[in-house]
């Protein structure tokens, strides 16, 4: 299993920015399209952004476009999420995902994704 490791999340108030990291090795991170995903409480796990291997493209879902944006320095095997305006709303654990898939069909959805990390609280006060 290749490690997917996140960090950089916390409690920031209503309307603040973070940056998440995503450290990842091996063929999990090369060449290969990687995403961000999160968990509410009582919620289940769901799509927030992704980025193609080159990182030429991109996805985001609609509820961060233009809020969130990925990012990837493959020098460094690490994808990021900058995270501005956040809002209560955006209060969930965040989690890193890679896949060894080389089309980009389904790369919204969780079964495009085979390698996890274990998440980053990120908390956003009214």
């Known amino acids: 299993q290749e490690p997917l490791v996140e960090s950089g999340g916390g409690l920031v108030e209503a309307g603040g920015s973070l940056r998440l990291s995503c450290a990842a090795s091996?063929?999990?991170?090369?060449?290969?399209?990687m995403a961000w995903f999160r968990r509410a409480p009582g919620k289940e796990r769901e799509f927030v952004a992704a980025?193609?291997?080159?990182?030429?493209?991109?996805s985001y879902a609609d509820s961060v476009k233009g809020r969130f944006a990925i990012s990837r320095d493959n020098a460094k095997n690490t994808v990021y999420l900058q995270m501005n305006s956040l809002k209560p709303e955006d209060t969930a654990v965040y989690y890193c995902?890679?896949?060894?898939?080389?089309?980009?069909?389904?790369?919204?959805?969780?079964?495009?994704?085979?390698?996890w990390g274990q998440g980053t609280q990120v908390t956003v006060s009214s």
């Open positions: 091996g063929r999990t991170f090369s060449n290969t399209a």
């Open positions: 995902a890679g896949t060894s898939r080389v089309y980009l069909d389904g790369w919204e959805r969780e079964y495009f994704y085979s390698d």
């Open positions: 980025i193609r291997g080159s990182g030429r493209s991109t």
